[in-house]
């Protein structure tokens, strides 16, 4: 039913959390993850403006440390047997997810319920609800 997974990770609590289900959906027939990293674009540039790098040099670092922090994540989803695609696109969370998606042709996207950037009083994170509003492919958001 659900044979290829995206699930989309900021490396936060909750998104680790829902790596737990996306292991279990190895038996419901999942083969294969696309885990993906987005790099938020919004306020690099100010970032880049106290730094004493450039915009260009700061994106390089911050990919290198979005595959160190994938590839732990990698090895528990080959332990249970699953072919896993590595992605860090740059961009809005949002966005990349909902393009990676449509690329990849996935059946189901795996979220946490918040991301590293939401406060804890809301609801549901903001990318999380923008998905479920508008995705027009299946979504299991994990609580946190």
């Given at each position: 039913?659900?044979e290829?997974i995206?699930y989309?990770?900021?490396?936060?609590?909750e998104?680790?959390k829902?790596?737990?289900?996306?292991?279990?959906?190895k038996g419901?027939?999942?083969?294969e993850?696309?885990?993906?990293?987005v790099?938020?674009?919004r306020g690099?540039?100010?970032?880049?403006?106290?730094?004493k790098k450039?915009?260009?040099?700061?994106?390089?670092?911050?990919?290198?440390?979005?595959?160190?922090?994938?590839?732990p994540i990698?090895?528990?989803l080959?332990?249970?047997d699953?072919?896993?695609?590595?992605?860090v696109?740059k961009?809005?969370?949002?966005?990349?997810?909902?393009?990676v998606?449509?690329?990849?042709?996935?059946?189901v996207?795996?979220?946490?319920?918040?991301?590293?950037?939401?406060?804890?009083?809301?609801l549901?994170?903001?990318?999380?609800?923008?998905?479920?509003?508008s995705?027009n492919k299946?979504i299991?958001?994990?609580?946190?």
């Amino acid at each position: 039913m659900f044979e290829k997974i995206l699930y989309p990770t900021d490396f936060s609590d909750e998104t680790m959390k829902a790596l737990e289900f996306v292991k279990k959906l190895k038996g419901a027939g999942a083969k294969e993850v696309v885990l993906l990293h987005v790099i938020d674009r919004r306020g690099l540039n100010d970032l880049a403006r106290f730094s004493k790098k450039d915009l260009p040099h700061i994106m390089i670092d911050m990919e290198k440390k979005a595959k160190t922090e994938m590839n732990p994540i990698m090895k528990e989803l080959k332990d249970v047997d699953l072919k896993v695609t590595l992605r860090v696109e740059k961009g809005g969370p949002y966005n990349e997810i909902i393009r990676v998606a449509d690329e990849e042709n996935v059946s189901v996207i795996v979220v946490g319920s918040h991301g590293k950037s939401n406060i804890d009083k809301m609801l549901l994170g903001s990318v999380s609800y923008k998905l479920v509003k508008s995705v027009n492919k299946p979504i299991l958001v994990v609580k946190s």
